[in-house]
């Protein structure tokens, strides 16, 4: 069984930066992708980041292209998302979350695993 616990999330002002970390126990290794999502109040749950664990490539919706950073440290079995330049628009709570198998990493429901998720709010 995997499982992910989120931690980083927070409070900031426009242009500051926070780094999530999501620690994953069980066959995390194993996992075709894994990713970062955010649902903001009202809004669909959207696709952040994806690192494709096979290839070691990184993907990012168009929206935070250039601000943030995907990485992963195997050894620790852990994801993160290093968040520059936020705004307003990137408060939401965000999840980390795994595909076991080949599927389209940008949609929720093809994710395996889900952690709890992490607030962050963004204040102008």
């Known amino acids: 069984q995997v499982q992910l616990v989120e931690s980083g999330g927070g409070s900031v002002q426009a242009g500051g930066s926070l780094r999530l970390s999501c620690a994953g126990s069980g066959y995390t290794n194993t996992m075709y992708c894994m990713s970062w999502f955010r649902q903001a109040p009202g809004k669909e749950r959207e696709r952040v980041a994806t690192i494709y664990k096979r290839f070691g490539t990184t993907a990012y919706a168009d929206s935070v292209k250039g601000r943030f950073t995907a990485s992963q440290d195997d050894a620790k079995n852990t994801l993160y998302l290093q968040m520059n330049s936020l705004k307003p628009e990137d408060t939401g709570m965000y999840y980390c979350?795994?595909?076991?198998?080949?599927?389209?990493?940008?949609?929720?429901?093809?994710?395996?695993?889900w952690g709890q998720g992490t607030q962050v709010t963004v204040s102008s």
């Open positions: 979350a795994a595909n076991s198998r080949v599927s389209n990493c940008l949609f929720p429901a093809s994710v395996n695993y």
